[in-house]
C-alpha cells in the first residue's frame, strides 16, 4: 500500500515520538473530524471522497490536545471484518496507536458474532498479533465485495467457525424439533379440549334428559284432585 507522511516541525514530531498508549485515545469517528480525516487520507493517497461516505466505519486515534493523528476502517459484512485505510499523520504514533486499535476491534468484533478479520494492512504489527497469508480455502470465505481488489490478503480467525456452523446447525435442529413438539402438544390439547367439550355435552345433555324424564314421571304420579 502506498503511504505518505504529514511533515511536521520539530516540536510536533518529537510529541508524537513520545507517545504511548497513556497519552492518546481511540474513539469512534464523528462528522466534526471530516476535516482532519480528509487531510490524513489525502497525505495517504488514499480515496478521501470514497471513505467520507463510509465515515461511521472509522476509528480515530486523538492526541491529548484533541487532534487526530491516526485512523483506521473497520467494515463488517456478515461474520467477517476488513481492516482498511490505516493512517497515521506521524508514524512515530503508530505502535502506539494501534495496541489500541486492536483491543477496540476486539470488541467491536466481539460484538457483532465476528468469525474472521481481514486486511491488506502490511505493517508487521500486524502479523505479529496473528494475520497470516490468506490461503486458498480461506479466500474462499472472502465476501465477494472484497474480492475485487487484487492484492494480497492477511487474516486472522476470531473463532472456530467449522465448530461454530455446526453448533449453530445443531441448535437450530433444535429448535425446529422443539416446534414441532409444541406443535404437537398443541394439537393434542386442542384434541383433547375438544373432546372434553363433546363429553360434557353429551353428559350435559344426557342429565337433562334424565331430569325432564324424572319430572314428567313425578307429574304423571300425583293423584288427580
Same mark, same amino acid.
Given at each position: 500500500?502506498i503511504?505518505?507522511v504529514l511533515?511536521f516541525?520539530? !516540536? %510536533?514530531?518529537s510529541?508524537?515520538? !513520545?507517545?504511548?498508549?497513556s497519552t492518546? *485515545?481511540?474513539? %469512534?469517528?464523528t462528522t &466534526? &473530524?471530516?476535516q482532519?480525516? *480528509?487531510?490524513l487520507?489525502?497525505?495517504?493517497r488514499?480515496?478521501?471522497g +470514497?471513505l467520507?461516505? *463510509?465515515?461511521t466505519e /472509522? @476509528?480515530?486515534v486523538? $492526541?491529548? &490536545? ?5 485512523a483506521?476502517?473497520?467494515?463488517i459484512?456478515? %461474520?467477517? =471484518?476488513l481492516?482498511?485505510?490505516?493512517g497515521?499523520? +506521524?508514524?512515530a504514533v503508530? &505502535?502506539?496507536?494501534?495496541?489500541? /486499535?486492536?483491543?477496540?476491534i476486539?470488541t467491536i468484533?466481539?460484538?457483532h ?6 486486511t491488506q494492512?502490511?505493517s508487521?504489527?500486524?502479523v505479529?498479533?496473528?494475520?497470516q497469508?490468506?490461503a486458498a480455502g480461506?479466500?474462499?470465505?472472502l465476501?465477494?465485495d472484497?474480492? %475485487?481488489?487484487?492484492?494480497?490478503w492477511?487474516?486472522? @480467525?476470531?473463532?472456530d467457525?467449522? $465448530?461454530i456452523a ?8 433444535f429448535?425446529?424439533s422443539?416446534?414441532?413438539?409444541? =406443535?404437537?402438544?398443541l394439537d393434542?390439547? *386442542?384434541?383433547?379440549?375438544t ?5 360434557a355435552?353429551?353428559l350435559?345433555t344426557?342429565l #337433562? !334428559? #334424565?331430569? #325432564?324424564?324424572l319430572f314428567?314421571r ?7 284432585r
Amino acid at each position: 500500500m502506498i503511504t505518505a507522511v504529514l511533515t511536521f516541525g520539530r !516540536g %510536533r514530531a518529537s510529541l508524537l515520538a !513520545g507517545m504511548n498508549p497513556s497519552t492518546i *485515545r481511540i474513539r %469512534r469517528a464523528t462528522t &466534526d &473530524d471530516f476535516q482532519s480525516l *480528509r487531510l490524513l487520507w489525502n497525505s495517504m493517497r488514499l480515496p478521501a471522497g +470514497d471513505l467520507e461516505k *463510509r465515515l461511521t466505519e /472509522f @476509528q480515530v486515534v486523538e $492526541a491529548a &490536545d484533541g487532534q487526530i493523528v491516526g485512523a483506521i476502517g473497520v467494515q463488517i459484512i456478515g %461474520r467477517h =471484518a476488513l481492516l482498511h485505510s490505516e493512517g497515521y499523520t +506521524d508514524f512515530a504514533v503508530a &505502535d502506539a496507536a494501534r495496541q489500541l /486499535f486492536w483491543e477496540r476491534i476486539q470488541t467491536i468484533t466481539a460484538h457483532h458474532g465476528v468469525f474472521r478479520l481481514w486486511t491488506q494492512e502490511n505493517s508487521p504489527f500486524w502479523v505479529r498479533w496473528g494475520f497470516q497469508p490468506a490461503a486458498a480455502g480461506q479466500l474462499e470465505r472472502l465476501p465477494a465485495d472484497w474480492k %475485487r481488489s487484487g492484492e494480497k490478503w492477511l487474516t486472522i @480467525q476470531l473463532k472456530d467457525e467449522e $465448530a461454530i456452523a455446526a453448533l449453530e446447525k445443531e441448535l437450530e435442529t433444535f429448535r425446529e424439533s422443539e416446534k414441532k413438539r409444541t =406443535a404437537e402438544t398443541l394439537d393434542q390439547a *386442542r384434541t383433547m379440549t375438544t373432546t372434553i367439550t363433546i363429553i360434557a355435552f353429551i353428559l350435559g345433555t344426557v342429565l #337433562i !334428559g #334424565i331430569a #325432564i324424564f324424572l319430572f314428567v314421571r313425578r307429574g304423571l304420579s300425583l293423584p288427580l284432585r
